[in-house]
């Protein structure tokens, strides 16, 4: 009968912990990095202005289609020399760290910038007009008022999408950065015990999504209890 041999997992604590810390700190960079360019595209998407309309659709549209393994690939072993000089990193930073952040906060602003693209253009075209009989310029219209309502408006599938980045980071393996899950499997292939640490994985990765999902449950439940009160 199989049994989960914690001690083992106790004693390799150090390196799953520096895994972990990796995969959250490619999450948190994708999220940040990704609302921020999302919300310019969003934006860009939403303007007057053709060409930015087509700079957003094109940007989207790009990005969208491209695998995530192909992406990490193409940042891992096409522009490596690039993104040290455009970032002027020194020789000891471990580009595939910085090639993941990159990959991933490129690839989540093309699906954030559709999440608050469509919160922006589900609200009322009153909302413009108010704030335009207020005397407020489009830029003080975007900030003041269309952004906040739209980003509230779309905030539990906002999270949603954070969820998929943390699952996503797990892909990481293909350029072999020690990520949660890749620090889990070697851990296992190197003591002999390769499936009690992808279950400790998986349960793992399981816990932490649930938690953020039942968070995000939560905020749907309070905005339809709002709405009906």
Not at 121 to 145: E, F, H, N
């Amino acid at each position: 009968m199989f049994e989960m041999d914690w001690h083992a997992i106790f004693q390799s604590r150090e390196l799953l912990l520096t895994g972990m810390w990796v995969t959250l700190r490619i999450t948190l960079v994708a999220i940040a990095c990704g609302l921020a360019l999302g919300t310019l595209l969003a934006v860009c998407a939403t303007a007057r202005s053709a060409a930015l309309n087509a700079f957003a659709r094109g940007y989207v549209s790009l990005f969208r289609s491209i695998p995530l393994i192909m992406l990490l690939l193409w940042f891992f072993l096409i522009v490596p020399q690039f993104l040290k000089a455009l970032f002027d990193l020194p020789p000891t930073v471990d580009i595939r760290l910085v090639s993941a952040m990159v990959a991933f906060a490129l690839l989540e602003a093309a699906f954030f910038s559709e999440i608050i693209r469509a919160g922006i253009q589900s609200l009322p075209k009153g909302q413009w007009q108010a704030a335009q009989a207020l005397g407020m310029g489009s830029y003080q219209t975007l900030r003041y008022v269309v952004l906040p309502q739209a980003l509230k408006a779309m905030l539990p599938v906002l999270l949603t999408q954070c969820i998929v980045i943390f699952q996503d980071t797990s892909l990481v393996y293909v350029i072999a950065l020690g990520d949660f899950f890749r620090r889990a499997t070697s851990i296992g292939e190197r003591d002999g015990n390769l499936m009690q640490m992808l279950l400790f994985a998986g349960a793992t990765y399981w816990l932490i999504c649930s938690a953020l999902t039942l968070l995000v449950d939560l905020m749907k439940r309070g905005r339809r209890s709002r709405v009906g009160a």
